[in-house]
């Protein structure tokens, strides 16, 4: 059955955030030994990010945006990294790195294929003023822009799978996922929802370890987007 | 006070309704006479649009998108004008003419151009599907679209304004709500958010009234978005 819908999942899926967050750190860690170096603070803001959002999945939270949880990690993470000391608007300015990610470099491109063809909306659990940013940096092209905050539960609730489909009325098999990560694509196939898994290997940075095989059950395997693109039969 | 964030309302201000809904009905009321004709047919759905959000914010019915409360009208009138005979394909096909309403012939250029100062949100009663299919239909560039859906209330409740300056991270006042409606403008105003009155004489159709005076409290008052785009010193 043909997609009615591609909803993407942004971090690493869309965009770069190690490199992203490696690059920006430079000016303040540059000359920092390996274990305090820009790519290990990218890689420590990012180990917060599944621990934080669990504390709202099981309530000990009440509803946090993801900017708001980026930044208790960030203020957790400083010290390890010799960073105390930074005052209030330096991290405030720092916490919206998530907001300018780079796209990586087939994604504006490839979103303007796909989206000749269907209509496209993101499903991440960032929160919507951070995606419209990100889309508006990146010059990434949506017809809606979807995020947990929308459905007030983080993926891989059902909540937010189902929530795309029911926005459309649509059916969830006429949704298709597009995610680089087989959690987030399993989840989404419970609910009955399609599934396209992009490899992205530097997701993780150049050291980074991804499981990129083939054995999964999705309905797409592709290397990046253009791929996906062209699996779709977009121009 | 710059505003960051402008939100646009969506039927009549960027959209001509009253227009759309009437050329669609040319083929299945051409030939009666006036108390049925395509332009009481738009006026009349367009009725039943308060009322019904009406039935929703009072609890009479539990939360209900647009696009069921226009199907729910849209049954209502059907006897009035000679069609109850009209089979369920051709209803749920005609309730989708609110999908595909056509843009003000200024909306989607001053879009653009307002787009490079400002970030652009829409603030709609109308559900994410139907505003995203309109702005994919009219080419209408905006950050973000918001939704009564989101908050789930619709305006002129304060949770829908107080909720774009939220979404954003920022104060009442520096979201601006752009709108050809004066009571939605007071209910932003209400709430600490500044005003763009736009005049949309023909909102209503040309024989309709609307009071295009000068004589309110509001931060601009614009011809058409070309208009506040030169007030708001875009190029």
């Not at 092209?141 to 007030?152: H, M, N, T």
């Amino acid at each position: 059955m043909q997609p009615r819908v591609l909803a993407f999942d942004v971090f690493g899926t869309l965009v770069d955030w190690f490199g992203s967050i490696e690059r920006e750190m430079q000016a303040l860690l540059g000359q920092e030994p390996p274990n305090r170096s820009p790519a290990a603070f990218a890689l420590a803001w990012r180990a917060g990010y599944q621990p934080a959002m669990q504390r709202v999945r099981s309530g000990e939270l009440g509803w946090t945006r993801i900017d708001d949880l980026h930044r208790m990690i960030l203020d957790g993470i400083l010290p390890q990294f010799g960073l105390q000391s930074l005052d209030e608007p330096t991290r405030q300015e720092l916490n919206l790195v998530w907001h300018r990610l780079q796209p990586w470099n087939d994604t504006a491109d490839a979103l303007r294929r796909l989206r000749t063809k269907y209509r496209l909306c993101t499903l991440s659990n960032g929160n919507l003023a951070l995606l419209a940013d990100l889309a508006r940096h990146g010059d990434l092209s949506f017809d809606l822009i979807l995020s947990a905050e929308v459905f007030k539960a983080y993926k891989p609730d059902p909540a937010t799978y189902l929530g795309v489909a029911q926005v459309f009325d649509l059916k969830p098999e006429e949704v298709m996922l597009v995610a680089a990560h087989k959690d987030d694509l399993a989840a989404a196939r419970a609910c009955g929802c399609q599934g396209a898994y992009i490899e992205r290997p530097a997701e993780f940075g150049p050291a980074g370890h991804k499981d990129l095989s083939r054995d999964h059950p999705f309905e797409h395997h592709a290397r990046d987007l253009h791929d996906l693109a062209d699996q779709l039969g977009c121009d």
